[in-house]
């Protein structure tokens, strides 16, 4: 996925844990976390948390098979803004950027 998001031209920093993630987002500028949700040690749901608490505009997607009734819930719960599910398709991928960043914006006009 890196590598097509790099030839869409998004500049994309990759992390191999959550905790590694999280220095990312406390040293760099980020516009859109994307996760997997089944990370080892921290899993996507406790990185989305940590990450919203310092970045409360932040854009965060995550991917995952799992697809539990309750999911718009625990999303909301945990500040994920759109999921993914696998498997998936790249295009599916850019449409959920594309949304992603739609309510990025609503989301800094409604803050106005």
Known sequence: ???????????VTTAEDAQSALH???QHAVDLLITDLGLPLMDGWD???????CHPQ??????SSWQGKDAPNKMAEH?????V?????????????????????????DAR
């Not at 990185?47 to 608490?53: D, E, G, I, P, S």
């Not at 932040?58 to 991917?63: K, N, P």
């Not at 500040?79 to 999921?83: A, P, Q, T, V």
């Not at 295009?91 to 989301?107: E, F, P, S």
């Open 1 to 11: 996925m890196t590598d097509l998001l790099l030839l869409d031209g998004y500049e």
């Open 24 to 26: 990312i987002l406390e």
């Open 47 to 53: 990185l989305a948390v940590a990450a919203r608490r």
């Open 58 to 63: 932040l854009g965060i997607m995550a991917i």
């Open 79 to 83: 500040g994920i803004d759109l999921m």
């Open 85 to 109: 599910w696998k498997p998936f398709r790249f295009d599916q991928i850019r449409q959920a950027i594309v949304q992603t960043a739609g309510l990025l914006a609503a989301r800094a006009a």
